[in-house]
């Protein structure tokens, strides 16, 4: 069989998700806040490694980083992590990630694309924004009804703290069937809803890419660092081409489980 005809629902049992690998607290908070904050989902010693290993891709691709996928100015961005090194084969592999892109998306997704995204002092302040939008009327009338077209996450590389620029919420936002553009003048202004993230490296939130959210001022001195593993259902495009960006070494490694989950 090849691959990419790997049931979904095989490869998530095969990784060890069930239908209890989430708590009923934690797909609650998914399905009404539009979020959950997994705590300890990697070691002090892995953030560690994909600290190092992010800042030497940093300085490797110099002005080119990010440019597979997106350049943000006063942010170090890297696209196309997958195929960049193995250590982040962990991101799109971890059972209760995958159990929460299973509660948002359904059974059938598959990877959208892993980057990182890096506030340095002084900047990361963002427009209040959805991950996702549509010209067609009919997809925004599924997405009132609860079919929702992505998952990002965040994974934190360094503690969240109210002065380093942690990601903002506004809890509840993936429902609204709407854009943060209907109650606000001003997209960096804060919202009256919004709360800041705030958590230890070694936190995953998992959030509907329909939540309204965005990085904020990074007030220090150092960097504010993430990861954004992102999945999509799986007839729609990927930010990142999987197929297309897929290097020959990376397939020989892949297991047919990751290999579904990329749809390769
Ligand atoms: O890195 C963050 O805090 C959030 C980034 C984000 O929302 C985005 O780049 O779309």
């Known amino acids: 069989m090849a691959n990419t005809e790997m049931d979904t629902e095989r490869a998530l049992r095969d990784l060890g998700v069930h239908e209890d690998t989430l708590t009923g607290a934690e797909k609650a908070s998914l399905d009404e806040q539009g979020f959950v904050?997994?705590?300890?989902?990697?070691s002090p010693a892995q953030a560690a490694a994909f600290r190092r290993r992010t800042e030497e891709l940093a300085a490797q691709e110099g002005e080119e980083a990010g440019k597979e996928a997106q350049q943000e100015k006063g942010v170090i961005r890297l696209a196309d992590l997958i195929n960049k090194d193995p250590i982040f084969e962990y991101c799109f592999?971890?059972?209760?990630?995958?159990?929460?892109?299973?509660?948002?998306?359904?059974?059938?997704?598959?990877?959208?694309?892993?980057?990182?995204?890096?506030?340095?002092p002084g900047d990361g302040h963002q427009a209040l924004h959805a991950d996702w939008g549509s010209e067609d009327p009919a997809e925004w009338e599924a997405v009132r009804?609860?079919?929702?077209?992505?998952?990002?996450?965040?994974?934190?590389?360094?503690?969240?703290?109210?002065?380093?620029?942690?990601?903002?919420?506004?809890?509840?936002?993936?429902?609204?069937?709407?854009?943060?553009?209907?109650?606000?003048?001003?997209?960096?202004?804060?919202?009256?809803?919004?709360?800041?993230?705030?958590?230890?490296?070694?936190?995953?939130?998992?959030?509907?890419?329909?939540?309204?959210?965005?990085?904020?001022?990074?007030?220090?001195?150092d960097l504010r660092r993430v990861l954004h593993m992102a999945y999509v259902p799986r007839h729609r495009k990927q930010l990142t081409n999987q197929r297309q960006h897929l290097r020959p070494e990376t397939s020989r490694r892949l297991t047919p489980q990751m290999k579904c989950l990329l749809d390769v």
């Open 145 to 221: 009804q609860g079919r929702y077209f992505g998952m990002n996450s965040l994974w934190l590389l360094d503690p969240f703290t109210p002065e380093n620029g942690a990601t903002r919420v506004v809890p509840g936002t993936h429902r609204s069937g709407g854009v943060p553009r209907d109650e606000m003048a001003d997209l960096f202004a804060p919202h009256p809803r919004e709360l800041l993230l705030l958590a230890p490296a070694g936190t995953v939130v998992a959030f509907n890419s329909h939540l309204w959210h965005g990085g904020t001022l990074n007030r220090t001195g």
């Open 93 to 120: 592999t971890h059972a209760r990630l995958l159990a929460a892109a299973r509660r948002v998306l359904g059974p059938s997704f598959r990877v959208d694309s892993l980057n990182a995204r890096f506030s340095l």
């Open 37 to 42: 904050v997994l705590g300890g989902m990697f």
